[in-house]
């Protein structure tokens, strides 16, 4: 199938690794110029090889998604002339009980989860306005909508994000900008590797672990969210807007 994203921009944050690896690739297969901004440079500069290399242009930029959104966004119209898609996809997962995370973690966590996707909002927003229309995707978690204990203070700034979303899809609407969310569940990327460790087991041991919990028995692929998201940005979709979608296995107790 054609998604209609060939010749498209897409801007996305945490676009060195994982599921911003993966996403990236994905667009580029589909023709898409990528742009990726991300912290540390040796992991992005290899993600934009391999971007390159599937025959699009690619723009690294390196820096913070709470500081350098504005930046990011103005570098990315400047080499590209416009920016169709942007994926809110910078963030960690820091969970905890509630009595262990402090102010200066709460603060942290929704400078990444929140306040840098609305700052990437108002930045792509008026370019998508002006050339009519464009595709939000933010990222969440699937337990953000039935957060368990000792989950603190990720779910509540993710689940922060779902309603941004809502509110969003229905303020720009008229001007044919999309706003969807991909809600995460148990997938395989750096970061539960780096999880893995700091337990003392093995990668595939952590992995396994983790996906018996799972309806499908399984952890996700990063390519899994990636197919999602081009999905959800494509012109397959051009009558969906304002709303989530599951890409956990079947792990969320709630559609």
């Known amino acids: 199938m054609d998604l209609g994203l060939k010749g498209k921009v897409v ?37 934009a090889s391999e971007v390159e290399a599937l025959g699009v ?23 590209f002339g416009r920016v169709d898609v942007l994926v809110n ?23 990444v989860k929140l306040f840098a996707p609305i700052e990437g909002v108002r930045c792509v927003v008026p370019h998508m306005k002006k050339q009519g229309g464009g595709s939000i995707i933010m990222l969440t978690m699937a337990a953000a909508a039935t957060p368990g204990p000792n989950q603190l203070p990720t779910v ?21 900008i999309r706003v969807n969310v991909a809600c995460v569940g148990k997938i395989k990327t750096p970061q ?14 952590h992995f396994a672990a983790n996906g018996k919990n799972v309806p499908m028995g399984r952890m996700g692929e ?12 494509s012109e ?17 107790g709630v559609v």
């Open 57 to 79: 242009q690619v723009l690294a930029v390196t820096g913070d998604a709470t500081k350098d959104i504005p930046r990011f966004i103005e570098e990315t119209v400047k080499r």
């Open 156 to 176: 509540v700034s993710r689940q922060a994000s779902v309603t941004l979303a809502k509110a969003l899809s229905k303020e720009l609407a008229p001007h044919n």
């Open 11 to 47: 801007a996305i944050t945490g676009g060195s690794e994982g599921i911003g690896r993966a996403t990236a690739l994905r667009f580029a297969m589909e023709g898409a110029n990528v742009a990726l901004l991300a912290r540390r440079a040796e992991p992005l500069a290899k993600t």
């Open 236 to 252: 397959a979709a051009n009558y969906v807007t304002g709303t989530c979608i599951n890409v956990d296995g079947g792990l969320s």
């Open 192 to 205: 539960q590797e780096r999880g893995a460790k700091r337990m003392g087991r093995s990668v595939e041991e």
């Open 222 to 233: 990063p390519e899994d969210l990636a197919n999602a998201i081009a999905f959800l940005s």
């Open 89 to 111: 996809n910078a963030g960690g997962s820091g969970q905890n009980a509630f009595d262990k995370v402090t102010d200066e973690m709460w603060r942290s966590d929704v400078e």
